[in-house]
């Protein structure tokens, strides 16, 4: 197995704050990089997948999971499979959650047969959720697995 660099790690770390976003402590982002280091070399993988510029042509496969979240209200869903049917995304799997007044849903989307990039779909997908009060989070299905595999 490659070794894990210092390099190797700086990405992590970057997308760890990246994907995290508001919510990113010193404490979370190093529990996070410490566990999907132990993870790769356990795994005895290599560090293969570059964090640092994410496209769908470093990963393994073209799917992203979506998780969007804020106070209900009519249209919601309406509006963020809206927003990825204009870019040809193919939702494979979907789970929403009301619990009292809030919304909850969580999207596994395949983006392989879109004409916009990962970047460009989330960037319209956080512009969408801030049109309907939600905070969206999005990553690509194998960030989503490195970091939260246990």
Do not use: W
Request: charged residues 25%; glycine residues 4%; aromatic residues 4%.
């Amino acid at each position: 197995m490659p070794e894990i660099t210092e390099e190797h790690i700086r990405r992590l770390t970057r997308e760890a704050i990246k994907q995290l976003q508001s919510s990113a402590t010193p404490e979370t982002v190093d529990r996070i990089v410490k566990d999907a280091v132990t993870r790769l070399q356990d795994d005895n993988v290599a560090p293969a997948v570059s964090t640092t510029s994410v496209s769908t042509g470093a990963l393994k496969n073209n799917r992203i999971i979506i998780t969007a979240f804020g106070k209900n209200r009519s249209g919601i869903l309406a509006g963020l499979t809206g927003t990825l049917a204009k870019y040809s995304c193919d939702i494979i799997d979907l789970s929403q959650k009301l619990l009292q007044e809030f919304f909850t849903v969580m999207l596994l989307v395949d983006i392989a047969k879109s004409p916009g990039d990962f970047e460009t779909i989330k960037s319209e997908m956080i512009k969408a959720g801030e049109e309907l009060d939600l905070k969206v989070i999005i990553q690509h299905e194998d960030i989503f697995n490195v970091m939260h595999r246990i």
